[in-house]
């Protein structure tokens, strides 16, 4: 009898587990939508890795840092001048720091890639996760919106910006915006993962800015 209860038991766990999980996995997928596709009257132009970059700003209750990213390649797709589809890939090897100098910025800098043995795992480990990614899935009333995936996690974000063309380029320049950086499973010194920082923590919002240019394929 005690037996059949137990079984009984294990069984309406694992069966609760399971909803649970298909729950979690259900409102993950509601987080992110599916990536815009461009119309056959959408031109493609090829993001000049060169002239973009993406601007970073990093705060704690002592200070801040600020800096920026490149981005390896992207294409963003224009109709009539107006967006309708794209994506960029973002250099995580190439985070920069501009507020310091010397050891101190090349210390900031190795920190945030994860390159400082046995803290791989404190920021963006970039040996494990080279690169970033955005996908658009909409623009409307000048907010674009897209899935952004950093360490293989995948969030919807969105962000107001202005497209503006000049002859055969063109020029998306974001306002600044934040994202919280514990979606992406970058936690250290979170003081909402970790309550027990006191005022030795780093907050969980980072400040972005985007600027893109592309030309004409």
């Known amino acids: 009898m005690k037996s059949t209860f137990l079984k009984i038991t294990l069984m309406a766990f694992i069966t609760v587990g399971a909803f649970s999980c298909k729950n979690a996995e259900k409102e993950a997928e509601a987080m992110t939508e599916v990536a815009a596709e461009a119309t056959d ?21 002592t200070g801040k840092h600020h800096g920026t990213i490149k981005l390896s390649s ?32 090349a210390n900031l800098e190795a920190h945030l890639k994860g390159t400082v043995e046995g803290k791989e795992g404190d920021f963006f480990n970039v040996k ?47 306002e600044t915006f934040e994202i919280d950086r514990t979606k992406w499973d970058v936690n250290y010194g979170s003081k909402s993962i970790f309550p027990s920082l006191g005022d030795k923590f780093i907050n969980d919002t980072m400040k972005i800015t985007v600027s893109l240019v592309a030309t004409k394929a």
């Open 41 to 61: 009257m959408a031109t493609e132009y090829t993001v000049d890795t060169a002239a973009s970059q993406i601007m970073w700003e990093g705060a704690k209750p």
């Open 74 to 105: 992207g294409t963003i797709h224009l109709n009539e001048g107006k967006a309708e589809a794209g994506n960029f890939v973002i250099d995580m090897n190439s985070i920069n720091d501009e507020d310091l100098e010397g050891e101190d910025k």
């Open 128 to 174: 494990e996760y080279p690169t970033a990614k955005f996908e658009m899935t909409g623009i409307e009333n000048n907010v674009v919106k897209g899935n952004l995936t950093i360490k293989d996690k995948t969030n919807a974000i969105e962000f107001p910006a202005t497209v503006t063309m000049e002859g055969d380029k063109m020029l998306l320049k974001s």
